[in-house]
Antibody, heavy 118, light 109 residues
């Protein structure tokens, strides 16, 4: 079945780096754009980044621009989020999601938790 | 990238209808037919309920409907059921970016 599975979350100190992964299965990964969305504890959803199906174009929220990098490996059916210079306010559950029609996210992973704390 | 404005809470009794609004601007909600709605139960991942303002993905009950007027989009849940109790988020395309609403907690009384 169509599935997205995130991994790589954990506890990290402020200023350090972390890389999240999102493994896709059950669909042709290389045909779809992909998003990262996060949710801070007790808060709403926040869009983080988007990458085109072929990786040729990437967009970021202002809050993560120049610190986070979205990438993908279509040969491995995997999406990545490289997070540098992490801050306490980056603490959140991070979801990867598939781009369906017209910027609608039609498939979501279960999320991976990132905690930034000293 | 300002968040879209949603009421923090909404409620209704079983069988009733409830409408949740999502207000943006001409640069986002009003400018594109790219409004989506998501349902999120506690501790779970969001689920797409409506896309392109009013379209339902396969498997979403037709009790859920969407519309838009000017800079405000709306989600209507008809025939409320207990399992509809959840948080609901709208989102919109904003010129190569995406913005979410702050979320609405729907309570079924």
């Amino acid at each position: 079945q169509v599935q997205l599975v995130e991994s790589g979350g954990g506890v990290v100190q402020p200023g350090r780096s972390l890389r999240l992964s999102c493994a896709a299965s059950g669909f042709t990964f290389s045909s779809y754009g992909m998003h990262w969305v996060r949710q801070a504890p007790g808060k709403g959803l926040e869009w983080v980044a988007f990458i085109w199906f072929d990786g040729s174009n990437k967009n970021y929220a202002d809050s993560v621009k120049r610190r986070f990098t979205i990438s993908r490996d279509n040969s491995k059916n995997t999406l990545y989020l490289q997070m540098n210079s992490l801050r306490a306010e980056d603490t959140a559950v991070f979801y990867c999601a598939r781009e369906g029609q017209n910027y609608a996210m039609d498939v979501w992973g279960q999320g991976t938790t990132v905690t930034v704390s000293s | 990238q300002s968040a879209l404005t949603q009421p923090p809470s909404a409620s209704g009794s079983p069988g009733q209808s409830v409408t949740i609004s999502c207000t943006g601007a001409s640069s986002d909600v009003g400018g594109y037919n790219s409004v989506s709605w998501y349902q999120q139960h506690p501790g779970k991942a969001p689920k797409l309920m409506i896309y392109e303002v009013s379209k339902r993905p396969s498997g979403v009950p037709d009790r859920f409907s969407g519309s838009k007027s000017g800079n405000t989009a709306s989600l209507t849940v008809s025939g409320l059921q207990a399992e509809d109790e959840a948080d609901y988020y709208c989102s919109s395309y904003v010129g190569s970016l995406v913005v979410f609403g702050g979320g609405t907690e729907l309570t079924v009384l």
